[in-house]
């Protein structure tokens, strides 16, 4: 009886919370050393106070994929990574997923692109996006494969391209389109444990602000209308619990708790845009970091890429 009562929810909950906070203690003092070591990113194409673009991959056919990272980084003139998201990486593993996924025949072409800390705004990332592909890939068939805010800078950027006839396909995962809770209003609604972990795992950045809802951004500035123009395909995210994966069931606590009703981040009704004309649309059953491997399996099935 005494030990049934030590397993009580509540205690299992914060055993789970106290092995994420250790975790992510020592996950955080490795990011610090790499850091300090610093990490020089390759193949840097295109880099702004707006925009950073790094070739992943050089094709051999005309054809460009853009897979659009949110994490936020830094570098400085030699390209040496000065300041970064405590969940930032190279998507070097979604990148070999996308690779094997895409068909045997096509040798695409790979970029990423990345918000800088010093981006002044969604709108500005997007423009300057559009610009370089105006001005680099105007013949290419451009693939743009964006999750949660660069999605959103995808569907924004499509407003300042040349021509309408250029050859593009949008893949959107969690976009944001209604936009996402408050940092002070998560914070308010959380306990000391969540918010020890909250504040590991969002920091709030002037594109995060811009996909916050209620954002002037949202409110005045998005433009969504071109979406229907072109073949693009919605692919939103829901978390559901999984037994022995703490991380799912951290974002499926926080939906809950945050009454989000999405994936724990982007709720599933603000993931979707109205009055756009989708070419297809599809549901996954995952958490916000986990959905972008779920969508590019989807793709694959459905030789989408």
């Known amino acids: 009886m005494g030990l049934l009562t030590y397993f009580t929810p509540m205690n299992i909950l914060l055993v789970v919370c106290l092995i994420m906070i250790i975790s992510m203690i020592f996950v955080v003092i490795w990011r610090c050393i790499f850091q300090c070591n610093g990490y020089y990113m390759t193949d840097i ?73 010093e981006c002044q705004g969604i709108d500005n990332s997007a423009r300057e996006l559009a610009e370089y592909l105006n001005q680099n890939y105007s013949d290419y068939k451009i693939i743009l494969l964006g999750h949660t805010k660069a999605a959103i800078q995808f569907a924004q950027a499509l407003n300042y391209l040349s021509r309408s006839a250029m050859d593009v396909k949008l893949i959107l995962v969690s976009p944001a389109f209604g936009g996402v809770i408050s940092y002070e209003e998560a914070m308010s609604a959380l306990n000391c444990i969540e918010k020890m972990v909250y504040r590991i795992l969002f920091v709030p950045h002037r594109v995060d602000l811009d996909i916050t809802k209620g954002s002037n951004f949202l409110n005045e500035i998005a433009n969504f209308s071109k979406i229907s123009v072109y073949d693009t395909y919605l692919i939103r995210a829901c978390v559901i619990y999984r037994p022995f994966n703490p991380i799912n069931n951290y974002f499926f606590h926080l939906d809950n708790k945050l009454n989000i009703e999405g994936d724990g981040v982007v709720g599933f009704r603000e993931q979707r845009c109205p009055d756009t004309k989708w070419k297809m649309s599809f549901t996954v059953k995952t958490y916000n970091r986990n959905s972008i491997f779920m969508a590019i399996q989807l793709l694959g099935n459905h030789s989408i890429l």
């Open 45 to 117: 194409i295109f880099k702004s106070r707006n925009l950073i673009l790094q070739r992943v991959k050089k094709g051999k056919s005309k054809t460009l994929i853009i897979f659009g990272n949110d994490g936020n980084v830094s570098i400085d003139n030699a390209n040496l990574i000065i300041k970064h998201d405590f969940n930032f990486s190279i998507p070097k593993k979604q990148i070999k997923h996308l690779l094997k996924e895409q068909s045997k025949k096509a040798d695409y072409e790979i970029v990423c692109s990345y918000f800088p800390f």
